[in-house]
């Protein structure tokens, strides 16, 4: 039976490399998909492992954008032992800056709880400023926005310039540096104002980021959310 394999893959040595070359295509195809989703796997986990807290979102959601969840949970939430802060997210994908269609690089706008924000011990964007400032409570209702460095140089943009997004021009009023492809796609404003402008329903948000104040375990808060919420 080998010796006859052989005969065949020698007989007709193009149909052999061929078929070679086709299983070799087909491996490395799928190793190069393993290793980039693994990749993709570790900078999530990467990112989300800087904040301290816990990120309440939509079961089965990967991300923010994704989640909805009821904006009334905030309260339930902020009943909890243990709870310093909740903060509200809202998450809307940009399709227009400046003129310009966004596809790829992806951004988003981040509908941000502009009080709660400063009740966070720890906010990773307003930690990560390097110029200009955070936005505060004059901002609320405002048009006003914090964007990554990353953005300010691909449209060519600084503190105090206006910023047209989805058709509403912002003045930007600080920028902010986190070094990650996930975080530094923000385009962060006044979630009223980010509600209004993607007629987002009043009733839900995309996410809650939860401050524990470290008097109780992350793991015992989190299962005293699920039992809150069943799962």
């Known amino acids: 039976m080998l010796r006859f394999a052989f005969r065949n893959l020698l007989s007709r040595p193009a149909r052999s490399l061929l078929s070679l070359l086709g299983l070799t295509v087909a491996i490395a195809g799928m190793v190069g ?3 980039v989703a693994e990749g993709i796997d570790a900078m999530v986990g990467e990112t989300f492992g800087r904040f301290p807290g816990l990120l309440v979102m939509q079961k089965g959601a990967p991300i923010p954008l994704f989640s909805r969840v009821p904006k009334a949970w905030a309260k339930e939430i902020e009943a909890l032992p243990g709870i310093n802060a909740v903060s509200a997210e809202i998450w809307v994908r940009v ?23 400063y009740r966070l011990k720890y906010s990773v964007y307003k930690d990560a400023i390097y110029k200009g400032r955070y936005l505060d409570d004059s901002d609320v209702d405002q048009a006003r926005t914090v964007i990554s460095r990353q953005i300010a140089r691909e449209f060519e943009v600084d503190v105090g310039d206006s910023f047209v997004v989805n058709g509403v021009t912002f003045e930007i009023v600080g920028l902010y540096h986190c070094g990650s492809l996930l975080l530094d796609v923000a385009i962060i404003a006044d979630q009223s104002l980010v509600r209004r402008m993607s007629l ?14 470290g008097e109780i375990a992350n793991d015992e808060l989190v299962e005293w959310m699920q039992e809150l919420f069943h799962d």
């Open 33 to 35: 998909l393993f290793s």
């Open 95 to 117: 399709n227009r800056v400046n003129d310009k269609d966004i596809i790829s690089p992806p951004r988003f706008l981040f509908g941000a709880d502009i009080p709660a924000h």
């Open 200 to 213: 987002f329903d009043p009733s839900i948000v995309c996410s809650f980021y939860v401050e524990p104040t």
